[in-house]
């Protein structure tokens, strides 16, 4: 600390000294670095699942967080039913679709497992739905068509985060367990 402030004296005097230079270079290395380590350990955390300790707690949790995002996208379609609607966003779309992946994922871990076919039915089918329901928002015509595909996707979601932590005490996987076809999934119902 004194030897700082030694060197910070003497460079007011005289600024050519070249050793000075060089502990003031390394000093300002030094605190670039730290901040470089900083802001990468920062870039890390962020890129972590929001406390997701299983796919089922990361598709509760997505559904979650994509359910304001897609209320207030339904409001704004409703609030004009007649009128050409505003364009799906492309993080929302993003979003969305990032749920729907991570909800067949998770009934591809289900049936791995040996859950029960109803469970992996169930996310499979919401993946499904959500693909079917982004592209008629997508689509949509009239702001009250749009509306209806964003509160079919909102129902969804809801179901999404009732039913995904029902899936987080499945047993491990067991060996040699037969796994269900994905055709044994009954037909998804029209809404």
């Known amino acids: 600390m004194c030897s ?14 070249s050793d000075f230079r060089e502990g003031l270079t390394t000093v300002r290395q030094s605190w670039r670095m730290k901040r470089y380590a900083v802001l990468f350990s920062l870039a890390l955390l962020t890129g972590l699942p929001a406390s997701a300790d299983t796919l089922a707690d990361q598709v509760r949790a997505e559904a979650a967080r994509l359910l304001a995002q897609v209320n207030a996208a ?14 799906v966003t492309t993080a929302l779309s993003a979003d969305l679709q990032r749920f729907g992946l991570a909800a067949s994922r998770l009934s591809v871990e289900i049936d791995r497992r040996g ?28 702001g009250a068509d749009q509306a209806k595909a964003y509160a079919r996707l909102t129902d969804m979601l809801k179901d999404a985060v009732e039913i995904a932590p ?26």
């Open 4 to 17: 700082c402030f030694v060197h910070l004296a003497y460079a007011r005097w005289d600024t050519s000294h």
């Open 74 to 87: 339904e409001a704004a379609a409703r609030a004009q039913p007649a009128a050409k609607p505003q364009a």
């Open 115 to 142: 859950g029960p076919t109803d469970l992996r039915c169930i996310f499979r089918g919401m993946a499904e739905e959500t693909d079917k329901q982004l592209a008629a928002a997508g689509g949509a015509t009239t």
């Open 166 to 191: 029902a899936v987080g005490g499945m047993p491990p996987v067991k060996a040699g367990a037969a796994r269900a076809s994905a055709t044994q999934c009954p037909a998804l119902r029209q809404l």
